[in-house]
C-alpha cells in the first residue's frame, strides 16, 4: 500500500521500499550476472559435503565486480545446505592487517562466550596461534576463512604473512581449513614463493568486469522492490550504467550514483529521476570520495599532500620530488612535526598515487638521474580545504614558504624542467660552463 502520508507531506510518491538497501552493507538475495562464479566456488566447496577439505581458491577482479557479494552469498548457501556444519570466518585485511591481529580476531571469533576473549595485545603470536588451532579442533568443523583484501596483507607485511595461515590449514585437525582469498590487485602474486603461491591458489575465480548492459540489469533488479515502476526514468539507469561500466565495470559505483539520484530527486521534490540528477549525482559523489580520501589519511600522508597541493599552488605546473620534500620540511617545521626521511616520503607519495590523489610520471633528467614529476588530480584548493580540517593541520599558514629556483635540465632535453636546490644549482652552472669550454 502507498505511504498515506505521503499525499499529506507533499512528497511525490515513487519511493516504495528501503533506500538503504543500495547502501554497501547490504547482501542482495541474488547476484545477477555473476552465476558462472557461483556455481565454480559451489562446485569446488561442494567437497566439504563428501567429507573432503575444499581446496583453496583465489578470486580476482576490480573493485566493484561481484567478488565480496558473489563470497558472501555462496558461503552462506553453503552453511544453509550444512546446517550450519561449515564455519564461515570473514576477515578484512585492510582492517585486520597482520598475522596476528587476523589470528586475534578469529580467536575471538571463536570464543564461545565472551569471558575467552583475548585482549588484543595480550598474548605473544605463538600462544594465540595454538589457542587458534585449539578451538577450531575442538569445534571439529569445516572452517572456511575468508581472508578479502588480501593484497593489503601481503603488501604491508610481506610474503612470510601467509605462511603462518597456511600452516593453520596444515595444523588443524583433520586438515578442515580452507582459504578464499580475494584480490583486486594480483600483482602482490608475484612476490610470493611459488609453493606459497600454488596453494593459495589451488583454485581461481576471475571476475570480469561488468558491462554496462550487465550494470543495467542489476540496476533494474536492485531497484525493483524500492521504487515504483517507471519512476526512474530508463536514461537514468543508463547513464548509471554506462558511469559504472566505464569506471572499470563497477557495481558499487553505479549503484551508488542511483542513490544519490534518488536521494537528489526526492529532496527537490521530483516526480521522477531523471538523467540530471545522475549528472548532478556524479559531481557530488567525486567530491565525497575524494573528501573521504583525504581526510582519512594517515597525519605525515596530509601533511605531503599539503606540501604538494602548496608547491602546485605557488606554480600551477609539474613539480618534483625534491621540492615537494623541501617544503613538506617547511612546513612540518612550522607545525612542530618531525620530518620522515626521504625514503617514506617516496613511500608515501606512492601511496597517495595508489588513492588517486597524485599522478607521478618518472622522467630521465640526463645526468642528474630520474626523477618523478607529480601532479595533484583534482580541484587542490578543495583538497586544501579538507587538509586543513585536521585538528593538527588548522594553524598551518605556510608563511615561510616559497617558490624554488627553477632551472633547466640536461642541455639535450631543454623542455624538461627541474628544480634544484642551491648547491646543485651551482653544480649545474660550472658544468654548463665546462661543456662550453670544451665545446670551443
Ligand atoms: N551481480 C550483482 N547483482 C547485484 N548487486 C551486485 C552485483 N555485483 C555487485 N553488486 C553490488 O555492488 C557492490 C559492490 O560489490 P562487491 O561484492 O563489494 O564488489 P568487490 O568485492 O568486487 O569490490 C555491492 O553493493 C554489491 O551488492
Ligand atoms: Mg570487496
Not at 135 to 159: F, H, Q, W
Not at 277 to 286: H, L, Q, S, T
Not at 414 to 439: F, P, Q, R, V
Amino acid at each position: 500500500m502507498d505511504n498515506p502520508f505521503f499525499k499529506y507531506a507533499g512528497k511525490k510518491n515513487f519511493l516504495v521500499g528501503d533506500l538503504s538497501t543500495l547502501g554497501g552493507s547490504f547482501q542482495p538475495e541474488s547476484l545477477p550476472h555473476r552465476e558462472s562464479q557461483i556455481e565454480l566456488m559451489a562446485n569446488t566447496l561442494s567437497s566439504v559435503i563428501r567429507g573432503t577439505r575444499p581446496s583453496n581458491i583465489l578470486l580476482y577482479g576490480k573493485t566493484g565486480s561481484g567478488k565480496t557479494s558473489v563470497a558472501t552469498h555462496v558461503t552462506k548457501m553453503l552453511r544453509e545446505a550444512t546446517d550450519d556444519g561449515v564455519k564461515v570466518y570473514y576477515v578484512n585485511c585492510q582492517i585486520y592487517d597482520s598475522p596476528y591481529s587476523i589470528m586475534v580476531s578469529l580467536v575471538n571469533m571463536l570464543a564461545p562466550n565472551q569471558e575467552n576473549e583475548i585482549p588484543p595485545l595480550g598474548w605473544p603470536q605463538d600462544r594465540i596461534y595454538l589457542e587458534l588451532v585449539r578451538r577450531i579442533n575442538r569445534m571439529g568443523k569445516y572452517v572456511i576463512l575468508i581472508l578479502d583484501e588480501i593484497d593489503k596483507l601481503i603488501k604491508k607485511n610481506g610474503g612470510d604473512s601467509l605462511y603462518v595461515l597456511l600452516k593453520l590449514l596444515d595444523d588443524s585437525a583433520g586438515s578442515r581449513t580452507s582459504i578464499i582469498g580475494i584480490t583486486n590487485d594480483t600483482s602482490f602474486m608475484d612476490g610470493l614463493d611459488a609453493r606459497v603461491r600454488s596453494r593459495l591458489n589451488q583454485e581461481s575465480v576471475l571476475f570480469p568486469p561488468y558491462n554496462a548492459s550487465e550494470l543495467r540489469d542489476i540496476l533494474v533488479y536492485r531497484l525493483a522492490d524500492i521504487v515504483k515502476q517507471g519512476s526512474v526514468e530508463e536514461a537514468a539507469i543508463n547513464l548509471c550504467a554506462a558511469i559504472g561500466a566505464q569506471e572499470h565495470g563497477d557495481a558499487r559505483k553505479a549503484i551508488d550514483l542511483m542513490r544519490i539520484s534518488i536521494e537528489m530527486a526526492i529532496r527537490a521534490d521530483n516526480p521522477a529521476v531523471t538523467e540530471d540528477e545522475v549528472v548532478k549525482a556524479r559531481g557530488k559523489f567525486e567530491m565525497d570520495v575524494m573528501r573521504e580520501a583525504v581526510t582519512t589519511l594517515p597525519l605525515q600522508s596530509k601533511v605531503l599532500l599539503l606540501s604538494a597541493v602548496i608547491t602546485q599552488e605557488l606554480d600551477n605546473s609539474q613539480m618534483v620530488t625534491g621540492e615537494i620534500y623541501e617544503n613538506y620540511k617547511s612546513i612540518c617545521n612550522e607545525l612542530g612535526f618531525m620530518p620522515l626521511s626521504t625514503r617514506r616520503i617516496s613511500d608515501i607519495l606512492s601511496e597517495l598515487e595508489d588513492f588517486g590523489l597524485l599522478t607521478a610520471k618518472t622522467k630521465s633528467m640526463g645526468r642528474y638521474g630520474r626523477t618523478r614529476w607529480i601532479r595533484v588530480i583534482g580541484d587542490y584548493k578543495s583538497i586544501k580545504s579538507h587538509l586543513l580540517e585536521d585538528d593538527h593541520l588548522s594553524t598551518f599558514s605556510g608563511g615561510g614558504l616559497m617558490r624554488q629556483t627553477r632551472i633547466s635540465s640536461a642541455s639535450d632535453e631543454k623542455d624538461e624542467w627541474g628544480y634544484m636546490k642551491a648547491t646543485d644549482i651551482g653544480d649545474k652552472l660550472s658544468d654548463l660552463a665546462n661543456s662550453t669550454l670544451a665545446n670551443d
